[in-house]
Every structure is written in structure tokens, then in C-alpha cells.
């Protein structure tokens, strides 16, 4: 089993299976993956929001929220796109903490 983990700053935590070999949705091998987030619910709208409302990779992401867990499918038709599976998660982190990021930012200045 090839496992992709990563932590960034403790409070996000990134676990995948990259051995997409054993996932199969409609034909089309997947990997599976799930992130831990601090304050999930916070982010989840706009999060959404942009994933879906874009022509971009990560529209191409299956996504569902379990608690503080996003429970992701990403297929690997997105190495297509000219990005690795790897470099589809950060863009997914880097998203997620930027939208954290800003909302805290909101919060303090009302």
C-alpha cells in the first residue's frame, strides 16, 4: 500500500490510499482520501461554494463532509490536467487554510 500523509501546522491532516489500483467508481480508478480539519464547519459553504461553482481540477473532486472529515474521491483523470494527485491536494490545503484564514480574520475585526 503507497500512503500519502501529510500535517500542516497540526490541525490539518491529510491520509490517502495512492494505490488506486483497488478504487473503481464508473470505470474510473480513484484514490481515497481523508483530511482532518480544525473547525470544518466553518469553511464548508464557501469551500463548496468555489469547488463546485469553477472550471478548475478541483471540480473534478467528489467531496463529503463527516465531521471534522472531508472524505474525498479524486480521480485520476485529473493527472490529465497536468498536476499530480499530490498537487491537487495542496491546492485542496492551501484552499481550505486560506478560507480559515480570512474567515478568522472577519471574525476579529467585528
Known sequence: MSTLIRDEGGDTHVECDMDY????????????????????GKVMDI??????GGD??????MINAVGD??????????????KSLGEVIN????????IRHCLHSIEVKH
Open 56 to 61: 478548475h481540477v478541483l471540480s473534478q473532486l
Open 91 to 98: 491546492e485542496l490545503i492551501y484552499l481550505i487554510i486560506g
Open 47 to 52: 469551500l463548496m461554494s468555489y469547488v463546485r
Open 21 to 40: 489500483s483497488k478504487y473503481v467508481i464508473n470505470g474510473i480508478n480513484y484514490v481515497p482520501c481523508i483530511i482532518r480539519i480544525n473547525e470544518l
Open 69 to 82: 472529515e472531508l472524505r474525498i474521491e479524486m480521480p485520476i483523470t485529473i493527472m490529465s490536467s497536468g
